[in-house]
């Protein structure tokens, strides 16, 4: 119904910066809030940051400062610039979001395939 495609992960250096994307496609009859969450090596799934559709923005303590998230609603994407990563954000990162998809016309959450991001010397 909804399908998530993530990029822009890599490898970076301590200090450096990253992009990722999240674009959503499918037949969408709304979207909801957009989101990233990270899974740290032997960790659990964590939220990074979030968007809601009606402009309200979380960030995880960890990332404060550091990471921005954006959407742009007309593409269905959203986008989280990293800067100043450290070692410890290294991590899979994963998309997800809620959306109504005009087949079920109800609420449902997303998850898209994941991109490693690896911060290190």
């Known amino acids: 119904q909804v399908q998530l495609v993530e990029s822009g992960g890599g490898l970076v250096q301590p200090g450096g910066s990253l992009s990722l994307s999240c674009a959503a496609s499918?037949?969408?009859?709304?979207?909801?809030?957009m989101a990233w969450y990270r899974q740290p090596p032997g960790q659990q799934r964590e939220l990074v940051a979030h968007?809601?559709?009606?402009?309200?923005?979380t960030y995880a303590r960890s990332v404060w400062a550091r990471f921005t998230i954006s959407r742009d609603n007309a593409k269905n994407t959203v986008y989280l610039a990293m800067n100043s990563l450290k070692p410890e954000d290294t991590a899979v990162y994963y998309c997800?979001?809620?959306?109504?998809?005009?087949?079920?016309?109800?609420?449902?959450?997303?998850w898209g395939q994941g991109t490693q991001v690896t911060v290190s010397s």
């Open positions: 968007f809601t559709s009606d402009g309200r923005t």
């Open positions: 997800n979001v809620v959306a109504i998809a005009t087949a079920a016309m109800s609420w449902a959450q997303y």
């Open positions: 499918g037949s969408i009859f709304r979207m909801g809030t």
